[in-house]
């Protein structure tokens, strides 16, 4: 076998680093954030007023260096800022505005982590009014809001579902996966069950359209049969 020489080496350049985050753990984490994200996409289109970010930096520094205090929340939104493409969180950059919500995908690395350190971070650096963690596996689900500097848990209702106060959404699980609903306790649909949902309500309004013709036809050849011309009626 013939060696390289150090010039045949080949050497790749730096990559542009968008998050510090760790990838996500397993198919069901990442197929759990990517939910969450494209509903609450969908739901708001037309807002321009808050970010919703997945598995990406949140930096922090009271010295404004990306190189201390960081850190990686598997979802978060903020409100009322610029609806627009980052690449990380920025706290400085962005008129010191930390996230008003944030939910951590537990897994049996960083579960301990989530209830503990970070949960204490977001209340007491952070200042995020909710947070919530759940487990895709296990399917533990919890809820804490911020009540006079203190995490408070959130009391579910009868459908074990949990209110967010910031989004105005009930968050809860459905087929083993953590769903939005809206305040009428309607599911937030993904794309793809926009869509279907669109399919039916098209194909019921025909079905309706061509049962109201054939009964007015039905009609009209009975008043043909009576000896009644329908033109009469107008």
Same mark, same amino acid.
């Given at each position: ?14 990559? @542009? ?17 990517i ?12 807002r321009? @007023? ?20 960081? *850190?990686?929340? @598997? ?15 920025v !706290?400085?950059?962005?008129d010191g ?10 897994? @049996? ?5 989530? *209830? ?28 804490f809001?911020?009540?006079? *500097? ?37 599911? !937030?649909?993904?794309?793809e ?12 309004e ?13 009609? *009209? ?14």
């Amino acid at each position: 076998m013939v060696e390289s020489t150090p010039s045949e080496i080949p050497v790749f350049p730096a990559g @542009d680093l968008l998050s510090e985050e760790p990838q996500l753990e397993t198919y069901r984490h990442l197929k759990q954030l990517i939910l969450l994200l494209t509903c609450l996409e969908r739901l708001w289109g037309s807002r321009q @007023d808050f970010f919703a970010g997945g598995n990406m930096s949140i930096y922090y520094s009271t010295r404004q260096r990306k190189s201390e205090d960081v *850190r990686g929340p @598997d979802f978060f939104v903020v409100l009322n800022t610029e609806r627009k493409e980052r690449k990380s969180w920025v !706290v400085w950059e962005e008129d010191g505005k930390y996230p008003n919500l944030i939910l951590e995908i537990l897994s @049996d690395s960083t579960a301990q982590t989530d *209830r503990g350190l970070k949960k204490q971070l977001y209340q007491d650096i952070f200042r995020t009014p909710e947070y919530f963690w759940f487990d895709p596996y296990k399917l533990e689900f919890k809820g804490f809001k911020l009540i006079y *500097r203190r995490y408070e848990e959130i009391e579910p209702n009868e459908r074990e579902w949990l209110w967010s106060e910031e989004l105005q959404l009930y968050l809860g699980i459905l087929e083993e996966q953590l769903r939005f609903f809206t305040p009428e306790r309607e599911l !937030v649909p993904t794309p793809e069950e926009a869509e279907v949902q669109e399919r039916q309500r098209a194909e019921a309004e025909r079905q309706r359209a061509e049962n109201a013709e054939a009964k007015a036809e039905r009609l *009209r050849q009975k008043l043909l049969e009576m000896g009644v011309n329908p033109e009469e009626f107008g």
